[in-house]
C-alpha cells in the first residue's frame, strides 16, 4: 500500500509540474482580504454535520481529514486575524432525525456564534431549508438540489450555496459536450442508470430531457433505478439497453459506476455503450473499485468514464491550489482513500468561510457584530477564486449554486506516468491489496464554461 | 344475500384471492410478453443467484430465531463486522502476531468459560484454551502473503466465534426469563453497537475485497456466457461466476444446518430451547450453552454472507442494509424454518428481479413487488410457506 502511495504521489508530476514542493513549504494560494480587526484570544468555530457513518460514508470521511488539516494549519500560522480556529460537528449517520436534532443542539447551544453552516447532503438541504431561513443561519454545501436551493418553485433563492453546479445543470452541460462531439457520440440516446434518492433522480427532470432533444440528444424517459447494495444490475442495464440507450448516465458514487461499468463488459458491450456520470464519478474511490472487472484490452472497466469536473483535480499540479492542498495532505500522512474530491474541495470551502468571515467582519467592525443576514449578504455579494482558483464561488444576481463546470474523462497512467495508458502493455502497474494496480488519472476534456440554467423550466 | 355471504365468507375469500392472483399473473404475461426470451431466461438466473445469497443472510436470521425466538436485527451489522475482518486478514501481507494472538486468546477465553468462568480454575482446560490460542494464532499468521485465504478464513472464524459469544454472554444471556420482545430489542442496540466499533476500527471508506478475482489477471472472473443457446433464446444470457459460488456455498450452508438441527443432539437441543427457554432448562438442557452455540453460528453465518456480499460490491457500511432486503424472505419463508429461509431468499431475488425487468423507474422489484408478494403469501399462510403453525391454549 504504501507504494502505491508513493506511485499515486509521482503521477502528481504528470505534466512535469512540481515546482519543489517536496522541499519547499508552498505559500497559502489564496489572495485572501487583509484582517482590519484583531481577534487575538478569541475562536472562530466552523460548524458542520452531515452523513459520516451511513450511505455516504465513504465519500465524506476525508471531509473531517481536511478539516482537521486545514485547522491545524491555520492555527499553525497565526489564526484568523489571530483568532484561534476549530470545528464543531456531529455525525448523523445519514438520518433526517439525527440532522434535525444535531441542528436543533447547534442552535440552542451555540445562538450567537452560528451564522454559518456547513452541510453536507441535499436531503439535509431539504430538510433545514426554511429553518435556515426562519434562523437567519447561511450554509455552504458541496451540491445542493433545486429544492434545497431554490425553493419547490426552482426561483426562490434560500440560505444555502452550493460550492457545484445542481446536478440537472451538469448533466444539460454534459448533453451540450455530446451534442458537441458527434464524432464520439453518434446518434446519441442517454439512458439513466442511477440511484433511487434524491441526488440519484437529479437530471431526470423533464425539463432535462426537453434541452438536451433541444441539442439533439435524446434522453429516455424511464430513470433504471439499483441500490447501492445491489450485487446483480443486468436486468437496470439491459432495460437501458433495449429502451434504445446508448450513453449510460449515473448519479452514483464508488461501487455504483464500477458495478454499471463491470456489467457492460460482462455483457460485452463495453465499446459500444458510454459511460458518464455527476462529478462524483470522477472520484478516486471509483478509480480504484473499477478495477476488478478489466474489459478485453485489459484495462479496467471504467476506462474511458466520461463526468463533471467543475473544480481544480489531484492530477493538476500546475496549478498553486493543487500543490498546496496535495502538500498539506502529503505533510499530514493522509492515505490514498482520502484523497479523493471531498477532502480536496473541504479546503476550498474552509477557505471561502474564512474569505466570507474576514470580509463580514472587517465590515462591521468586530466579530460579535456579525449575524447571520451580514454574512449573507457577504456570501451573496461574493465573486471569489476559491484557493486561487480550485473552484469559483459566484453567488451574485441570485445565484446559490457554481455555475462554472468541465467535462473530464477516468483514465489509467501509462508507465512513464506521462499521461493515460493504451492498454496493460504501456500502463503502470503498481503492488496494490489484490495484486497489481492501475493508477486512476482525470483528464480534463474541456475548459471551465458556463453550466445551462435549467431548474424551474 | 348477506345470509349467503356469511355461511360461505372463506370461500367468497379465496375467490376473492385468486381473482387477485390471476389478474396479477396476466399482467405480468402480458408485461413479459413483448420481452426476447433472453431476458426472462436471464432475469430468472439472476434472480435465483442473488436469492441464494438472500437466503444466506437469511438463514442467519432463522438460526436465531429458531433457536431462541428472537429476531436478530444486528444480523446485517455481524454481516459487516465478519467481512471486515476477513478483509484484515486477507489485504495485509504481513499479519501482526500480538495482534492474531490477542483475538485467539479472547476467542479461546470465551469459549471455554461459555458455561462458567470458573473452568478457567482447571488446569486442564486452561491447557486447552492455551493450546487452542496457539493454534490459531499459527493459523494465522503462517507463512506469507500467499497463504492469505487460511489466514483470512481462521481470522474470521475466530472473529465470528468471539462476535457471536459476546453477543450472547453479554446482552442476551442476562434475559433469559425475560419477556423476548427485551430481547429483540437488546439486537437493536447490539447494532448500533457493533455500527460504532465497526466505524472506530475500519473507518467508513469503501474497502476493496478481492475474493473473486482470477490470479492471473488480478480481475473479477469472467463470467459464462450461454453462447450456445443464443439463437434459441434470442439473445445472450450470462450467468456470473461469483454469484454461483455464492450460491452454491448458500446451499451447503443450509444443508449443513438442516442435517444440524435434524439429526444432532445440539440441533435438537436449540429446537426445544426455543420452544420455551425455562422448560427447556428444567429438565436439564443447558440452555446457556446452547444460545452460545447459536449466536456464534450465526455469527458465522452472517461473516460468510458478509464476505460474499463485499466481494461482490466492495466492503462497506451499507452492506448491512442487506439484512433489511432480507426480512421479507424471512416472513415469507417462515421464521423457524431453515427450507423456508432459502426457499423465501430466491422466490424474493427473483420477485425483485421480474419486479425490476418490469418497472425499474418506480423501483418495483426493491420497494413494492417483494411486499406484495410477502402480503399475499402471509395472508394465505400466515406462519410463512414453511412456517410452523402455533397453536396455543388459552
Known sequence: MKKLCLLLALLLVVGGALPGMAQDMMEYPSDLTECEVDLTGETVNIFHFGDLSGPYAFITQPIISAMTDAIRYWNSHGGICGAELGQIYEDTGGSREAAQSAYDRFTSHYPDELDLLLLYSSDDGELLREQLAEDEIVSLIAAGSIESLYGEDGQTPGWLFASNPLYINQFGFFCQFVAASPETFPDPVIGFVTWPNAFGRAGTEPAAREYCASLGVNVLEEPQFFLPTDTDILTQVQNAIDGGANIIYSNSLATGPALIAGTLVDLGLEEDIKLAGVNWVMDTTVGLLGQRVLKPNGLPAVDGMFGSMPFRWWTELSHPAVQFVYQQFTLNERGITEQNIAYLVSWGVIDSIIEATIRTMNRMGSLDAVTGADMRETVESMDYAVLGGLMHHRFEEGMRDATMNRIAVLKYANATMTGPATGPGDAMLVDGPSGKMFVPLVVPLTDFMEVPQLRGR | MTEYINRNKRQLTWLLYAIAAVALALFVGDQLAGLKAAR??????????????????????????????????AHGWMMVVGGMIFWSFFTVSEISLAGAGLLSAATMFMIMTTVSYRNLLEQRNLLIAAGGAIGLTALMTVGGIDWRWLHALTGTFAGAILTGLAVERFTIRPLIGQPLFTAVLMTLAVAEVLHGVTQIAWGTVELHLPIFVDPQTSSRFKPIRLEGLREALDGLAII???????????????????????????????????????????????????????????AFLASIAGVLQGGAVGLSLNISFVALRVFPAVLLGGLESITGALVGGIIIGIVEQFGTLINSSEQAGTNLAPYVVLMLVLVIRPDGLFGEKRIERI
Open chain 2, 240 to 298: 456470473r461466476v461469483e454469484l454461483v459460488i455464492a450460491f452454491a456455498l448458500a446451499i451447503v450452508a443450509f444443508i449443513g444446518f438442516i442435517l444440524f438441527f435434524r439429526y444432532t443432539s445440539v440441533g435438537l437441543a436449540m429446537r426445544a430451547t426455543s420452544e420455551d427457554q425455562q422448560l427447556a432448562q428444567s429438565v436439564g438442557l443447558r440452555v446457556r450453552v446452547i444460545l452460545a452455540i447459536t449466536w456464534a453460528a450465526a
Open chain 2, 40 to 73: 426472462i431466461v436471464q432475469t430468472l438466473i439472476s434472480g435465483v443467484l442473488v436469492g441464494g445469497v438472500y437466503g444466506l443472510v437469511a438463514l442467519g436470521i432463522v438460526v436465531i430465531n429458531k433457536a431462541s425466538g428472537v429476531f436478530n436485527f
